[in-house]
């Protein structure tokens, strides 16, 4: 069973950078479509965005121009660069195969002052 662990959370300023990794276990990682989830404080898991196996990439409306996703097959990694943070963004974000199968722990983002 595949497994994620993801890194790279943490507490930023509003209008400051985070660059998140998730690191997966087991073969054909690059065959898959991989994305980032996030859930909020009394918020339902929701999708962030995705990356497909040729390369094209899709984004959740209130990130667009300010996330970035990309991934490196030799290393089993994907990644997600995240500017332009607000509170918005406040969650713990989570890497998984698309569609969804398994979570990892999910590393936390806080943006506050």
């Known amino acids: 069973q595949v497994q994620f662990v993801e890194s790279g959370g943490g507490l930023v300023q509003p209008g400051g950078s985070l660059r998140l990794s998730c690191v997966a276990s087991?073969?054909?990682?690059?065959?898959?479509?991989m994305g980032w989830y996030r859930q909020a404080p009394g918020k339902s898991r929701e999708w962030v965005a995705t990356?497909?196996?040729?390369?094209?990439?899709a984004y959740q409306d209130s990130v667009k121009g300010r996330f970035t996703i990309s991934r490196d097959n030799a290393k089993n990694e994907l990644y997600l660069q995240m500017n332009s943070l607000n509170s918005e963004d406040t969650a713990v974000y989570y890497c998984?195969?698309?569609?969804?199968?398994?979570w990892g722990q999910g590393t936390q983002v806080t943006i506050s002052s």
């Open positions: 998984t195969r698309i569609p969804p199968s398994t």
């Open positions: 087991g073969s054909s990682f690059s065959i898959y479509a």
């Open positions: 990356i497909y196996s040729n390369g094209l990439k």
